[in-house]
């Protein structure tokens, strides 16, 4: 599928300010969870870290593989890059 052009991502972002929120909060929701989250408060392992840094697998598969939130998996990301 091709890629829309920046000038209609700029045109649908203006009239949907609130859509990538939404679709954000929409992700999160079905990715999150007690039941879906075996590994709530544990401690991060190397292999879980090595397999956020190496960008292979999208957030949704590495939520899969580990057993974490997706928003879990994003803000460690993020943790790992400001480090």
Known sequence: MPKPSSFYNKRYRAKYPDRRNIERK???AT???PERNQNHRAQWTIRELDL???RNFTDREIHHFIGRSV???QAMRHKLKKA
């Open 26 to 28: 929409k992700n999160y």
């Open 71 to 73: 928003q879990a998996i």
């Open 31 to 33: 990715t999150s969870g």
């Open 52 to 54: 956020i840094q190496s």
